[in-house]
């Protein structure tokens, strides 16, 4: 009984710990590449002093793409489990990159 428990406690714990990185770390992930594109426009996007527009910043536009990627792969990457699992696939990602492989 005592390992059943554990087992249970252990599944419990691996969806709490997805629903986190994906429940919050995705929005996290947007709003950090919100604030790098305003970032990086620079002049009335970013704060600043009143009279003293700031320079744009091409790291910032930069590290927003690179955010706003990251956001729509693990979209896209959800979107493919869901529908491989309507056609009788799974989604493997044993080697790395995502791979539709025959379910069984």
């Known amino acids: 009984m005592g390992g059943m428990l554990t087992a249970e406690l252990g599944t419990i714990g691996q969806v709490l710990l997805v629903s986190l990185v994906l429940g919050a770390g995705l929005p996290v992930l947007f709003a950090l590449g919100l604030r790098a ?4 426009a620079g002049g009335d996007a970013e704060r600043h002093a009143a ?3 700031p320079a744009p910043h091409p790291l910032g536009r930069v590290l927003a ?3 706003f990627a990251l956001v729509v792969a693990a979209v896209l990457l959800g979107i493919t489990f869901v529908v491989a699992g309507g056609f009788g ?3 493997d990602l044993s080697h790395g990159w995502p791979a539709l492989v025959e379910a069984g």
Not at 37 to 40: I, K, L
Request: charged letters at 15%.
């Open 65 to 67: 793409v690179l955010c």
């Open 89 to 91: 696939r799974e989604l």
């Open 37 to 40: 594109a305003a970032w990086g």
């Open 51 to 53: 009279g003293a527009a």
